[in-house]
């Protein structure tokens, strides 16, 4: 079973007598473990169909369960409940809370899950440590730089510990080394189990992902495994001292992607 199994979701948004179709059948299904990347042009669904996934928002038709569980016919307080146990959520604008701590605004999601106070700032404090922040905790979001914010806003995101996190344009308002950090970050959250599902404009950002999904006009249009994952998977080496060889070069590979993509294995 995959974690996300959505089939021919549709959306259609109606603002007086305008409709919008922003999902025209989409299906698709991402395992447990994951990273994927979704990319295509502005208005192309790509903000719809995380809304859905993240059970912010219902489809106006289809069916989509999110591990096992029906989301389609839920109301507003399952919802809620679901996305409280299984997701953290990433923005583009951090939305970070003003004149409220790192440490204040990392236990939020925990307040809404009724954890009792001294644990809340034990747990906020250790996410806020995981993403190098453990100096910062008092600080407020406008005390920090925006890599900092957007730590912040990903300490949140993790401290339920959730199987899934949905990032939309995480690094959409930051410049490139701070994009690389963030991106480093959720590559780490995804080796540890964590599965990732980002929304990027960015060719190089997306190439951090395993897997990339494009949109357009409401259609998925491909959806292929980035070029070291192909690498990794594609290229099986016939002889056996090939084979060892190639399997040492996976094992040193680390978490750098960057470093990933330029391994060449030798066949
Ligand atoms: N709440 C809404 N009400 C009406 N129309 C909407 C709503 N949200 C999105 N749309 C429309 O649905 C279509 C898809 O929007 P969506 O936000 O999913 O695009 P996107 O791919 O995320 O674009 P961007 O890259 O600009 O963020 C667009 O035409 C948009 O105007
Ligand atoms: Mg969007």
Redesign the pocket.
């Known amino acids: 079973m995959a974690l996300i199994e959505a089939r021919a979701l549709t ?1 259609v ?1 109606t ?1 007086g007598d305008q409709t ?1 179709h ?1 999902l025209r059948g989409v299906s698709l299904d991402i395992d447990e473990g994951d990273f994927v990347a979704i990319m ?12 859905i996934i993240g059970c912010l928002d219902l489809p106006t038709q289809g069916e989509y369960r999110l591990a096992g569980e029906a989301v389609q016919g839920m109301h507003s307080d399952q919802l809620a409940s679901i996305r409280n146990r299984r997701i953290g959520f990433v923005f583009q604008q951090f939305n970070l809370l003003p004149r409220t701590s790192a440490l204040e605004n990392v236990e939020l999601p925990m307040v809404y899950s009724g954890i009792k106070s001294a644990e809340r700032r034990d747990k906020a404090a250790a996410a806020l440590t995981k993403v190098g922040l453990g100096q910062r905790m008092d600080h407020t979001p406008a005390e920090l730089s925006g890599g900092q914010q957007q730590r912040v806003a990903i300490a949140r995101a993790l401290v339920n510990s959730p199987q899934l996190i949905l990032a ?2 995480p690094t959409g308002a930051l410049d490139s080394q701070t994009s690389e950090d963030i991106m480093r970050l959720l590559t780490d959250l995804n080796q540890q189990g964590m599965t990732v599902v980002l ?1 990027t ?1 960015e060719a190089d950002i997306a190439a951090w992902a395993r897997r990339k999904i494009v ?1 357009k006009d ?1 259609h998925i249009i491909e959806d292929t495994l980035n070029a070291h994952e192909q690498k990794k998977w594609g290229q099986i080496p016939i002889q056996d001292d090939n084979l060892s060889e190639a399997r040492n070069a996976n094992t040193t590979l680390g978490s750098d992607p960057i470093s990933f993509a330029a391994v060449e294995v030798n066949t």
Do not use: C, R
């Not at 295509?40 to 809304?51: D, P, Q, V, Y």
């Open positions: 959306k948004y603002m919008v922003a295509g042009a502005s208005g192309s669904g790509k903000s719809t169909l995380m809304n939309d344009e929304v404009h949109f409401g």
